[in-house]
């Protein structure tokens, strides 16, 4: 069975720092992976996903995730985060249906 | 603005009530899901239908029943609601079934079991 770990509940980071949200996934075959964000009070948004090619992509907003098969991670990285970038975050693996990590959510100190 | 629209969106009923919940899926998307987010078990894929017929089911209890209908709204059907059935949930749509990028979430509809 598929499944996802977001090992980090609660990070915290001041704006301008760069930001790692770790994910670990368990999968048969390739996976698919993706990362979502959730703002309060709304649905999730796709920032980035995985099928195959370059292990390195790039998302909306500036985020960019790396794909270790040798690892089974798929971690979701920015350079500078912004205020803006408050919100939860879940990592998901699927290829025919989604399989959600419990999330991440991200504080943004000024 | 995700295209996708959910109502109500909140919702508070008893237990051993009834509630459907809908969910109109972005113009020209075929395909719709519906999701549960809870605090304890965190986001689950409940259902999938496509163009009218249920294409894929995750961990729907019995009591939980889903449809598509013509027009491609559907409707989520919860019966005999229990305390732990409060939950928000959510409905998305994508082009196809296999088109899983394409994955457009609604707003949710935040379900209170009292």
């Known amino acids: 069975a598929q499944s996802v770990t977001q090992p980090d509940i609660h990070i915290t980071v001041s704006e301008g720092a760069s930001l790692e949200l770790r994910c670990n996934y368990s999968?048969?075959?390739?996976?698919?992976l993706f990362w979502y964000v959730q703002s309060p009070g709304q649905g999730l948004q796709l920032l980035l996903k995985?099928?195959?090619?370059?292990?390195l992509v790039q998302g909306i907003k500036g985020f960019e995730a790396e794909f270790k098969r040798s690892q089974s991670s798929f971690n979701l990285r920015k350079p500078s985060v912004h205020w803006s970038d408050a919100a939860e975050y879940f990592c998901a693996v699927g290829s025919y249906q989604l399989t959600f990590g419990k999330g991440t959510k991200l504080s943004v100190i000024p | 603005d995700s295209g996708v629209t959910q109502t109500p969106k909140h919702l508070i009923t008893a237990t051993g009530q009834r509630v459907t919940l809908r969910c109109s899926p972005r113009s020209g998307d075929l395909s719709v899901y519906w999701y549960q987010q809870s605090l304890d078990q965190g986001l689950q894929f409940l259902i999938q239908?496509?163009?009218?017929?249920?294409?894929a089911k995750g961990n729907i209890l019995e009591r939980f029943s889903a449809q598509q209908f013509p027009d491609l709204h559907s409707e989520l059907n919860l019966s005999s609601l229990e305390l732990g059935d409060s939950a928000l949930y959510f409905c998305a749509s994508s082009v196809a079934w296999t088109d899983r990028e394409k994955l457009f979430f609604g707003s949710g509809t935040q379900l209170s079991v009292l």
């Open positions: 995985y099928f195959s090619g370059d292990t």
């Open positions: 999968y048969g075959a390739t996976p698919y």
């Open positions: 239908y496509y163009n009218g017929e249920e294409r």
